[in-house]
C-alpha cells in the first residue's frame, strides 16, 4: 500500500495548486504576444512607410522604425525590404498627434505634457488575387507624459524624446495587439 510521506493538508494544498496550474494551461493561458491567431503558413512581412497626415516632420520614420524593430524583436515573421512576393503586408496612417499641457507651476506656466499618437493601421494578406484584411484598428493609439523645466533649454530635447517613447509604446502594442487577435 502507498504511503503519504506529507500530512494531508499539506497533500491537499499541493494537490490544489497542481489542479489549478492544469486548469489554466488548459484554458489557453500564456504569455502576452507569444502565440498568434494569424495562420502558421504566413511566414514574411513588408511594413510600408507609415503616412503622416500631421505637422510632425519625421513621426512616420520614427514610427515606422519602431514598428519594425518590434516585428524584429518577436521573430514571427521575416521582415522584407520590398512588398513583392511577400505574405503580410502592413500600412498605416498617422492621423493625429498632439501634445497637451497637464501640469502648471505657480506662474501658469505647463511643466508637464501628454503626447498622443494616433493611427489607422491593417494587416493585410497579399498572397491571393485580393487582398484580405486580416487585422485593422481605426483609431489605434498611445500617450506618454514627459516633463520640462520652463527655464531649461532642452525643451524641444524632451519633445524628441516622448516622440520616440509614445512611437515605442504603440508598436509594441500594435505588434501585441496584432498577434493576439485583439
Known sequence: MLQLALDPGTWLRRSLVLVAALAATACGYHLVGTS???PPELRTMYVATFE???QWADMDQRLTESVTQEWVRRRRFQLM???E????????VISSLSVSPVTFDEQGRATEYQ???TVQVQLEDV?????EILWQDRAFSRR???QVDVSAVDYFDRQIEAM????????RALVTAVLEGF
Open 164 to 171: 520616440d517613447q509614445v512611437s515605442k509604446e504603440l508598436a
Open 115 to 117: 503626447m498622443t499618437l
Open 144 to 146: 506618454t507624459s514627459y
Open 36 to 38: 498568434s491567431s494569424l
Open 127 to 131: 498572397r491571393g488575387d485580393e487582398p
Open 52 to 54: 503622416n497626415r500631421t
Open 85 to 92: 512576393g511577400v505574405d503580410l503586408y502592413l500600412r498605416g
Open 81 to 83: 525590404d520590398s512588398p
